[in-house]
C-alpha cells in the first residue's frame, strides 16, 4: 500500500468510493452525492491536502482537509474527512492516510484538526481516539438524514 497526493485521474474511483458511504450510512450528513468534476476541482484546490492510498493500482481510500470556518482568526485550524473502501478497513489504510495529511497540515502551520463525527458511526469514534483525536463537543440533533436526526461529535487534535 502507498499513500501520495490525489490527481485529476483519482476523481472517478474516488466518487466510486466515496458516494455508497452518502447513499447508505449516517457516516455522513450529506445526502448530494459526489460527482467526478467535483472532487477533481477539491483535489486541484487542496493540492497535497488531499491524499489517497492505493494498493495495486486499487484505490483503498482517502483523506483531506479544508478549513473549519472562514475568517483569518480561523486560518490554523482545518476539518479533515476520512473514508475507506470496506475492503481497507482494518489494514492501516485510514491510520497511513491521517499521518499523511497530518504532516501535509503541519508543514502548512496547521495547529488544531477536527473531526466531525457521526454519533451513529462509533467505529469513526473509535478510530479517531486511537490517533489521538479527543472529543470536544456533541451537538445535539444536528444532522437530519433517514428521516431522524442524529448528534455530531467534534473530536480535535492538536498538532
Known sequence: MIVRPANASDAAALEAL???WIETTAITFSTELRTTEGIATDIAARGPAF??????GTLLGFATFFPFR???GYARTKEHTVILS???RGRGAGRALMDAIEEVARGQGVHSLFAGVSSENPAGIAFHAAI????AARLPQVGWKFGRWMDL???QKFL
Request: hydrophobic residues 40%.
Open 51 to 56: 491524499q489517497v492510498a492505493e494498493d495495486a
Open 70 to 72: 472562514g475568517g483569518p
Open 18 to 20: 466515496w458516494n455508497p
Open 86 to 88: 470496506p475492503e481497507a
Open 132 to 135: 489521538g483525536f479527543r472529543e
Open 153 to 155: 461529535v467534534l473530536m
